[in-house]
């Protein structure tokens, strides 16, 4: 049996957003695959969307590298998730906060980077991965409240927590912005989603080129399908979750912390002459950069 032929997702048909990895019953990996080496010892990271997903594999490795770690999540009924993220930072030994609000709203924004400050006194790398989406068949099908949701969720966001951080980070601090796949290959279904993704590359592009002077790095992650409550809770139709990931060149989804050493590079010095780039973690497509 191929690699491809094991992954059996169960999916799961409740469009509720966001999602529950708690309650996915083929778990996610976030797992760091290998022991810490401080590469982010004693600095302080923001993990927006850090509950769950690609987002809570990137709170574990940092954490295992050494960081103190706030995490920024959209309410859940439960706090389960996030919990369970808060539980994985301690259990590095280092401390976590939790944040939980909507990032759309600038306020939220402005309170969630003070609140870091206020707690850890500092604040070195912005990681922004929360995002949310939501598959239609039609351009005609995107609703005018959608547009406006997703864009702030995916993008206004970036532009508010970045300009509440910028007085906080100094030399040898960076951002990682998370793009997408679907932004440089095109998505049918998903045609408000992968606009704020190519608005979240332009972004990093002309941020890094604002920032590079001040010795702030700034980067982009595009993910292609990865194992993440994301797409089988609506952010994909039943019928495209039946293939997910199966379309890559090799054949199959990838994991959280398939997606999260991809975040430590760039968050860390290991990358200093580099910024204003994306890294692709996609399965191997060929997207061109
Ligand atoms: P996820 O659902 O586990 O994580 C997204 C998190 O963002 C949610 O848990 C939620 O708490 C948070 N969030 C959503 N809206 C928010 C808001 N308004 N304010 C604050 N937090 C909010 O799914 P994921 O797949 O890990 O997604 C993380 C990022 O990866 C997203 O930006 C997504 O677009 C991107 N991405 C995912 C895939 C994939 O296939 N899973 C592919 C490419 C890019
Ligand atoms: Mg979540």
């Known amino acids: 049996m191929t690699e491809a032929e094991a992954f059996q997702p169960e999916i799961h048909e409740q469009p509720r957003m966001p999602g529950s990895e708690d309650e996915m019953s083929d778990k996610p990996n976030w797992r760091p695959r290998y022991p810490g080496s401080g590469r982010l010892k004693d600095k302080v990271a923001l993990v927006t969307g ?3 997903g690609i987002g809570r594999a990137v709170a574990a490795l940092f954490a295992r590298e050494g960081a103190d770690i706030a995490i920024v999540y959209l309410a859940e009924e439960e706090r389960k998730d996030a919990e369970h993220t808060m539980s994985i930072i301690e259990g590095e030994g280092r401390k976590g906060l939790c944040l939980q609000g ?13 609140r ?5 006194g500092r604040l070195d790398i912005l990681a922004n991965i929360a995002g949310e989406q939501h598959p239609d068949e039609h351009v005609t099908d995107i609703t005018e409240e959608q547009l406006r ?13 970045v300009q509440a951080a910028r007085p906080h980070l100094s030399r040898g601090s960076a951002i990682i912005n998370c793009s997408s796949v679907t932004m440089y290959k095109g998505a049918d279904n998903l045609l408000d989603y992968s606009a704020t993704k190519g608005a ?25 399908p ?38 430590l590079f760039l968050a860390c010095d290991d990358s200093s002459y ?10 191997g497509s060929i997207i061109g950069s």
């Open 200 to 224: 979240i590359t332009a972004f990093t592009r002309s941020l890094s080129e604002n920032l590079v002077g001040e010795g702030i790095r700034v980067n982009g992650v595009a993910p292609g």
């Open 274 to 283: 580099m910024s204003g780039q994306v890294l692709h973690p996609n399965g």
């Open 149 to 161: 949701r997703t864009f702030q969720t995916n993008i206004y966001s970036m532009f508010f927590l």
């Open 50 to 52: 850090g509950d769950s």
């Open 226 to 263: 990865i194992w993440t409550p994301l797409n089988p809770y609506g952010g994909q139709s039943p019928e495209e979750m039946d293939d997910f990931g199966r379309s890559t060149p090799m054949g199959r989804p990838g994991e959280p912390n398939e997606v999260a050493p991809a975040f």
């Open 116 to 120: 870091t400050v206020k707690e850890f």
């Open 102 to 114: 909507d990032l759309g709203c600038r306020s939220f924004a402005d309170e969630a980077v003070a």
